[in-house]
Antibody
């Protein structure tokens, strides 16, 4: 069974940094594409970033490009999202998700339960 | 202008068929060939129900079907059931090599 477990969320001040992690199990982690999607309280889904399986090519939304970095540690079956220069509008539940393709980063079959990030002073 | 436009809400009675549209902005979604649909119940993670415009993942009810005409994709839920009450989101690849979600549609089963 594919499982994804996010961690690292919490309260951070504007301008601060936070690193999210997502531990994967039940699949060959290194083969799969992975992504982060967020959802502000009471709002819709917003795609944040994705990383392919084999090449590790990365993709970012305009809203986070230059501030967030997606990375993966295949040896530990873990996905990361380094978030810098955080803003109040980054407040959201952050979900990680995956699909069995290495290169196809436009659909997401399996999702974690999310971790809440709150940016506030 | 949002890249993907969905109706904010739709409603129907049990047993009815309900369509939900998703219109892509011209020049943003390209050929609109990588459209997916997700179902999200309150407090839960999204669930993939349609990918690549018309394909249903294994295990998803056949009551969910989808189509596309030009820059408008549609999800149809047939034989509406109480458990279908949820938020529905479309998503698409863009010409900038990013992914975009529609604003979401709240389905109410009357």
């Amino acid at each position: 069974e594919v499982q994804l477990m996010e961690s690292g969320g919490g309260l951070v001040q504007p301008g601060g940094s936070l690193r999210l992690s997502c531990a994967g199990s039940g699949f060959t982690f290194s083969n799969n594409a992975l992504t982060w999607v967020r959802q502000a309280p009471g709002k819709g889904l917003e795609w944040v970033a994705a990383i392919s399986g084999s090449s590790g090519r990365t993709y970012y939304s305009d809203a986070v490009e230059g501030r967030f970095t997606i990375s993966r540690d295949n040896s530990k079956s873990t996905l990361h999202l380094q978030m810098n220069s955080l803003r109040p509008e980054d407040t959201a539940v952050y979900y990680c998700a995956t699909n069995p393709s290495s290169w196809y980063v436009w659909k997401w079959d399996y999702w974690g339960q999310g971790t809440l990030v709150t940016v506030s002073s | 202008q949002s890249a993907l436009t969905q109706p904010a809400s739709v409603s129907g009675y049990p047993g009815q068929s309900i369509p939900i549209s998703c219109t892509g902005a011209t020049g943003v979604v390209g050929g609109f060939n990588y459209v997916s649909w997700y179902q999200q119940h309150p407090g839960k993670a999204p669930k993939l129900i349609i990918y690549d415009v018309i394909n249903r993942p294994s295990g998803v009810s056949t009551r969910f079907s989808a189509s596309k005409s030009g820059n408008t994709a549609s999800l149809t839920i047939s034989g509406l059931q109480a458990e279908d009450e949820a938020d529905y989101y479309c998503s698409s690849h863009t010409t900038n090599n990013t992914l975009v979600f529609g604003g979401g549609t709240k389905l109410t089963v009357l």
